[in-house]
């Protein structure tokens, strides 16, 4: 069974900087592809950030460009959202999702097979 375990949100003020991490269990890490996504109350769920474990290649919104990163540590079968320069606009809840496509780049939400149970960011002005 394929379970993922976001942590690391918290109450943060704007310019402050978190990092979100995600334990994945049930999946061989090399074989898929692991995206951030977030869902702020009352609007639609939006791709954040991915990576393809196999080769390391990632992409970023173009939102959290320069302020975001996403890397993997494929030991520890865990993927990192690194927040800096938080902005009240990066406000909600945050998840982390599995695509069985391997080399799957992208953040359409429909390429994703599980998700995370998402863990709260909340950035206060």
């Known amino acids: 069974e394929v379970q993922l375990v976001e942590s690391g949100g918290a109450p943060v003020q704007a310019g402050g900087s978190l990092r979100l991490s995600c334990a994945a269990s049930?999946?061989?890490?090399?074989?898929?592809?692991i995206g951030w996504f977030r869902q702020a109350s009352g609007k639609e769920r939006e791709g954040v950030a991915c990576?393809?474990?196999?080769?390391?290649?990632?992409s970023h919104a173009t939102s959290v460009k320069g302020r975001f990163t996403i890397s993997s540590d494929n030991v520890k079968n865990t993927v990192y959202l690194q927040m800096n320069s938080l902005k009240p606009e990066d406000t909600a809840v945050y998840y982390c999702?599995?695509?069985?496509?391997?080399?799957?780049?992208?953040?359409?939400?429909?390429?994703?097979?599980?998700w995370g149970q998402g863990t709260q960011v909340t950035v206060s002005s």
């Open positions: 999702a599995i695509s069985t496509d391997r080399f799957y780049n992208g953040r359409s939400l429909d390429e994703y097979d599980s």
């Open positions: 049930g999946v061989t890490f090399d074989d898929v592809a």
């Open positions: 990576i393809v474990n196999r080769d390391g290649r990632a």
